[in-house]
């Protein structure tokens, strides 16, 4: 038990450095989706207030909007996150990783307000009237597609888990998910996952309209958790907290290797603790390669290789030294 209540120390500590936020903070955020789905499911188990539950998980009510602004601030906050990665020359899978993610949660943002039709009223063009099972310009109601969502809701919640694995990679930490969001995607999995199985082998009749309505609830957890992981990543690197310094050039003297570092800092080391290069001729010595995007130094005719692991240099927040 001692050694549990460490971990979750730990993690509380890591996640306020990481991410400049408040322990309540981190405590409401983590416990937030349990709180929703016990909130709904007394809600809606009794006879009289079912009607009200019903009604909030409609189009054009609570749960929908939330929603949709949830999908479409993530997506905007995304594209900025990759923009900013492309920038700072992150590499292409960190660019790629928010790229996609963030024009998925627009798109289907999208697709939950049908385009705008949700909200401007306006006709649905002849073709996808046609095809669409609610006449609606969307696709997820294509026939074949409607009503399938509980696939989409199990393979978000093990991505989410996925990307929580990926803090232990250090070539993309910085486009990691959030342990402290395990909870949102456990919950998203583990419904999913009952109103999966309960398509091929029924549970109950009652319970399989408390999985279809939660279903609605459930795709208002994924859209506020995409929103969080953009968020609390875009936290974490407007403060410095984890992205590495790289390497932008390097002086060599008779007795030091000076590195210059892409945030204006520079450090110096002795030759002595590199005893291949002090035994070098100036010639070779002098043969260097930056690699990696700044995360390696090479000297090819030496067959040397150094990795470059600094530590940040942390922003403050104006208050205090």
């Known amino acids: 038990m001692e050694n549990l209540r460490k971990r979750i120390r730990f993690r509380l500590n890591l996640t306020k450095s990481l991410y400049n936020i408040t322990l309540p903070t981190s405590l409401i955020i983590f416990f937030s989706p349990l709180l929703i789905i016990i909130l709904y499911i007394a809600i809606f188990l009794p006879a009289s207030t079912r009607p009200f539950a019903l009604l909030m998980v409609e189009e054009n009510y609570p749960v929908e909007l939330i929603t949709f602004f949830g999908y479409f601030f993530a997506g905007i906050l995304g594209l900025i996150l990759a923009w900013q990665s492309w920038k700072r020359k992150e590499g292409i899978m960190i660019f ?86 395990i909870l949102w995607f456990l919950i998203i999995t583990t419904i999913g996952g009952i109103d999966l199985f309960n398509d091929f082998i029924p549970i109950h009749s009652k319970l399989d309209t408390l999985v279809i309505t939660l279903s609605e609830v459930i795709e208002m957890l994924i859209a506020l958790a995409g929103f969080l992981y953009l968020w609390l990543n875009s936290r974490m690197l407007s403060y410095g907290k984890l992205r590495q310094a790289l390497a932008s050039d390097l002086e060599i003297s008779k007795t030091n290797l000076k590195l210059i570092l892409d945030d204006d800092r520079s450090i110096q080391f002795p030759l002595t603790w590199f005893p291949q290069l002090l035994q070098s001729p100036p010639d070779k010595l002098n043969h260097w390669q930056i690699t990696h995007n700044g995360l390696r130094i090479y000297w090819p005719s030496l067959k040397v290789n150094l990795r470059v692991k600094v530590i940040p240099k942390v922003k403050t927040t104006g208050r205090g030294k």
């Open 96 to 181: 790629g990783i928010y790229t996609l993610f963030s024009l998925g949660m627009l798109f289907i943002g999208m697709e939950e307000i049908s385009w705008g039709q949700t909200f401007f009223r306006f006709n649905t063009p002849i073709p996808i009237l046609q095809v669409n099972m609610q006449q609606e310009i969307n696709i997820h109601n294509l026939k074949g597609l409607q009503g399938n969502s509980e696939f989409f809701f199990v393979a978000f919640g093990l991505g989410g888990i996925f990307g929580i694995w990926l803090f232990s990679l250090n070539a993309y930490r910085i486009a990691s998910v959030p342990a402290i969001l």
